[in-house]
């Protein structure tokens, strides 16, 4: 599956447009994440270098999932996740530590998320950033790409949302720079 995604970082006036989503579909009660994103070797996002492998532990509630990610050189992403919910998200940092990872940021986000339109929608109110809205389908296909985006598009437009507040950076790109 190919996951075709849009992120738009809402103005602080922007609350008519959380209302419009909660018309349109039911969004689900907010939980709590906290991210936790290491790096190899370095210390930033400065000196990070595309391909570089990026560590996530991930909890949401009781439930902690450990994620290695890598961009790779012809375009998509390598991902694999391991769920480790017995082992709580201490022990998971100080594995991590112990293996030479360097923790560079801290992600703590309230996600509420719904379905409108075969679109995924996901309000994200992130410490320290504000409020974002993730718009996401997923496809089969790379014919489907366009189809996609244009659905996204089409959202858009009827939830308010302007395309000048499209967000490309990921949240802890963004909390370190």
Request: charged residues 30%; negative net charge; contains cysteine.
């Amino acid at each position: 599956m190919i996951e075709v995604e849009k992120k738009y970082r809402l103005p602080a006036d922007a609350q008519d447009i959380i209302e419009r989503i909660r018309e349109l579909c039911s969004l689900s009660k907010a939980v709590r994440q906290v991210d936790l994103v290491y790096l190899n070797g370095i210390s930033s996002f400065k000196d990070f270098t595309p391909g570089d492998p990026v560590l996530r532990c991930r909890s949401v509630d009781d439930d902690v999932t450990f994620t290695v990610k890598r961009k790779l050189p012809e375009g998509g992403v390598w991902e694999v996740e391991l769920p480790i919910n017995d082992a709580g998200v201490d022990r998971v940092e100080d594995f991590i530590s112990c293996l030479g990872w360097n923790l560079v940021t801290r992600v703590v986000k309230a996600r509420s998320s719904a379905q409108a339109d075969g679109i995924t929608i996901v309000v994200d109110d992130v410490e320290e950033l504000g409020q974002f809205v993730e718009l996401e389908v997923l496809v089969a296909t790379t014919e489907e790409v366009e189809y996609a985006l244009t659905s996204i598009s089409r959202l858009c437009t009827k939830l308010g949302i302007s395309e000048e507040w499209e967000e490309t950076r990921k949240y802890d790109e963004l909390l370190t720079t």
